[in-house]
Structure formats: structure tokens, C-alpha cells
């Protein structure tokens, strides 16, 4: 548990102050990665690596959509996220918001 986020590795769902959230396997994936790294910066490239497996950064409109899809699942808003900030031109940082 970081915050008020906590996931549930049995059950491959994400919980966020008590509601419960079912994610696919990629998104949990990629969710493990960043609260294991809450606060750091994680490049497009390592992520890429860590969760697919491959150096290819030809096409990474697959991370994109799993972003997209992670940020839903966490409530972050398109104008202000709370947890899952854009690094431009780097990648992405995850943080917990003061409650």
C-alpha cells in the first residue's frame, strides 16, 4: 500500500481509499512498476522494457493506451492528475497526493 492505494496481487484489482477497481494484467503490471517507484521519474523507454519486454520504441501507442487506461482507473483527471504526472519529453511520475 502506498497512500491510499493498494493493490491486491490475488485478485489483480487496485483499491483507492476502500473502492475497489479490476484492471487487465498489462495496467496492473504497469501500476506495480510505478508504486514500486512512486516519486521517480520512469522513462517511455524503461517502461517499455520493464513491462512488454522490448527495447522498440517505434510505435508506443501501446503504453500510451495503458496510460490512458491507468489513469482512469485511478480517477486522474486530463487536467490535473493526482497520481500519474507526465514528465514531457521523459516519461512518467507516480505520487501520492496529500490527503
Not at 19 to 31: D, F, G
Not at 60 to 66: A, E, I, N, P, S
Amino acid at each position: 500500500m502506498v497512500g491510499g492505494v493498494s493493490l491486491n496481487l490475488a485478485e489483480r484489482s487496485l483499491s483507492i481509499h476502500g473502492e475497489r477497481i479490476h484492471m487487465t494484467p498489462k495496467t496492473y503490471a504497469l501500476l506495480q512498476v510505478f508504486m514500486a517507484n512512486h516519486g521517480k521519474v520512469l522513462t517511455r523507454q524503461f517502461l517499455m522494457e520493464k513491462i512488454w519486454e522490448t527495447s522498440y520504441m517505434g510505435d508506443t501507442r501501446t503504453l500510451d493506451v495503458h496510460i490512458h487506461m491507468l489513469r482512469k482507473a485511478l480517477g486522474d483527471g486530463s487536467g490535473k492528475p493526482a497520481y500519474l504526472h507526465t514528465v514531457r519529453g521523459v516519461g512518467y511520475r507516480f505520487e501520492i497526493p496529500d490527503v
